[in-house]
């Protein structure tokens, strides 16, 4: 399975893009597909445009009948004001955008360790009813959260850890097993069985044999696995706003956005865009700089080979 | 590789054991954590203020059906989950049909038609709640005002604040956002077709519309399954999206808001428990075959 779904998404086709001149009707299709593809991208750009523009139109200066035109002139006072809070938003993104970052890296960095322990055994390590309980993980996957959050919610009261940002490194540790297992398994099923025999060979033990036959090999699905992990946590909403009640001394990028841009704050436009968007720079940064890695996360959620 | 994985059962034992710490606490935290919903959605926990907590069946669930708050939140659920599978497939797959010959650019417009899917919603919100703007004509913004400019200005409306389409429009941005998704997944699966049947077709004398409709299109099933699949769990789950551009707001509250509402602002847990495993349930209803059916294709494969 080394051809997996990115590969066959994003290989080039140049056996289809043929060289002969078109005739009439093919370049007819051609320009057809241009033009569609072009209003496609408009539509698909709005949102993030209309962010981006009205950005720098200052704190309150945003028009709502203007929102789309450009900024002329440009004006960058929102962008302080979203990021370390004025007298009328006394939380600015900073803090909560750094706690995020904190949490982040972390269940991002541990998830991906325990993905690939599972990965390998399920892949490699096969021991009787394992696929059973490679099924039963999926199912986790696929749960809605809701019906395992106020269960979650009572445990990390009782035992205090509500007091900390650790609860959510923990919730996205825990409920990240399945996806980062699925990863790390469809990546080390691409492995030959081979190597694994030549390390029984040499009567390599089983961790001696992931250590230095299959870690060295794993990067590529280190980075899928750490990027995926990085952007749902980022992104993450529905743990942030029950684990930590919405207590701005835990507040992380998304909870800390809803609260800013709540109704109270609807009429600044120009510092509520602003502030959307600095919340999704890492995201979007990660997505321009590895975007193949991510997409590699996103598709094999659809548990397809 | 059969031979001696049998007499290997040390290192079998091994592999058991470290998967160990992860299958306990997916026992606990996932199946454990379920349970334990269950059992408080069976209780009389309605407030904070119960004294003593006791058993009372399926009350809470039946309840549910004479709760007008919670059908209608049911009824916006199935509203904004057909237009949204239909539409959201719909574009994908046009998208795909765009791309699949392979086009310069192609690049360009498949990571643009896919950032959609890396940012928060509680982000993207404040740009639909522009969008979404109900002025008109003269005080038009947003998308009525984008309508008025291109000559389509009787096709403004209210959005997600009108009476009967709030949920209609309250699946564009879900559209917006998982349309790349889709297309995704029709690219990989046209591309997983081996050119080779094309050009036999075409060889035989098929028209292109034909070597769609007989050669191409059958061998997309199983990527359409998936699809569905994908898009209807994620629809019954839909939360961030609705917060994020509207709040916990009546008009356009769905199951999972209104699970949150129930939690939150009333303390009711046993009723937001039974609501969380009606969503549980309906998930479960697609999920489950899906993921029998992904296992015996993975037996036959092997």
Request: hydrophobic share 50%; glycine share 8%.
């Amino acid at each position: 399975m080394t051809h997996d779904l990115v590969d066959r998404l994003t290989e080039k086709h140049d056996a289809r893009v043929s060289k002969r001149k078109l005739t009439g009707s093919e370049k007819f299709w051609l320009i057809f597909r241009y033009i569609a593809l072009t209003l496609i991208w408009f539509l698909v750009v709005l949102p993030i445009y209309v962010m981006l523009v009205n950005s720098f139109k200052g704190v309150d200066n945003v028009y709502l009948v203007d929102a789309f035109k450009l900024p002329i002139p440009l004006d960058f006072s929102a962008w302080p004001v979203a990021w370390n809070g004025a007298a009328y938003f006394p939380h600015g993104l900073s803090e909560s955008m750094f706690r995020t970052l904190f949490f982040v890296i972390q269940s991002a960095l541990i998830s991906a360790v325990i993905g690939s322990i599972n990965g390998y055994v399920f892949a490699k390590w096969k021991f009787r009813g394992s696929n059973v309980v490679f099924t039963m993980f999926l199912f986790g996957m696929f749960i809605p959260y809701q019906a395992i959050m106020i269960p979650l919610v009572k445990l990390s009261n009782t035992i205090g850890l509500n007091k900390s940002i650790y609860v959510l490194v923990f919730a996205h540790i825990i409920y990240g097993i399945p996806i980062c297992t699925l990863i790390f398994r469809n990546y080390y099923e691409t492995i030959p069985n081979e190597l694994i025999e030549a390390g029984r060979v040499d009567r390599a033990s089983m961790v001696r044999i992931y250590r230095s036959i299959i870690l060295p090999l794993s990067i590529p699905a280190f980075v899928v696995v750490i990027i995926w992990q990085f952007t749902s946590a980022w992104n993450d909403f529905l743990f942030a706003i029950f684990l930590t009640g919405g207590s701005p001394k835990l507040s992380v990028a998304t909870t800390a956005l809803n609260f800013l841009t709540g109704s109270p704050n609807a009429v600044y436009y120009g510092m509520n865009m602003t502030a959307s968007l600095i919340v999704s720079i890492p995201v979007l940064i990660v997505y321009i700089f590895l975007g193949r890695y991510f997409l590699r996360g996103m598709l094999s959620g659809s548990l397809k080979g | 590789m059969k031979s001696t994985s049998k007499n290997n059962f040390t290192s079998k034992l091994g592999g058991f054991f470290f998967l160990l710490p992860s299958m306990i606490a997916v026992a606990i935290f996932v199946y454990g954590m379920i349970l334990w919903t269950v059992n408080i959605s069976l209780s009389n926990r309605n407030s904070g203020y119960v004294k003593e907590l006791k058993n009372v069946g399926l009350k809470n669930y039946t309840d549910l059906i004479s709760d007008d708050r919670f059908t209608h939140a049911l009824s916006n659920l199935v509203k904004f989950t057909l237009t949204f599978m239909i539409a959201t497939l719909l574009a994908g797959f046009i998208m795909s049909l765009l791309l699949e010959k392979g086009i310069k650019g192609e690049g360009f417009f498949r990571s643009f038609y896919l950032y959609p899917m890396a940012i928060s919603f509680i982000a993207m919100g404040t740009a639909f709640r522009w969008l979404f703007n109900t002025g008109r004509d003269g005080d038009a913004a947003g998308l009525n005002l984008l309508l008025k400019n291109v000559g389509l200005g009787f096709l403004q409306n209210d959005w997600i604040l009108s009476e009967k389409g709030a949920m209609y429009s309250m699946a564009l941005p879900a559209i917006w956002q998982m349309s790349g998704y889709v297309m995704a997944l029709f690219l990989a699966g046209f591309r997983g077709i081996s050119d080779e049947m094309r050009e036999a077709a075409r060889v035989d004398g098929a028209t292109e519309f034909q070597i769609y409709r007989s050669i191409l299109f059958p061998q997309l099933t199983p990527t359409l399954l998936t699809v569905l699949i994908i898009l209807g769990h994620v629809s019954m789950k839909m939360f961030d999206l609705i917060v994020g551009i509207n709040g916990k707001s009546y008009g356009t509250q769905v199951v999972a808001v209104y699970m949150w509402e129930t939690t939150f602002d009333s303390g009711n847990l046993a009723k937001g428990t039974a609501i969380s495993i009606v969503i549980l349930l309906m998930v479960a209803l697609v999920v489950v075959p899906y993921l029998r059916y992904v296992n015996k294709q993975e037996a036959y494969r092997q």
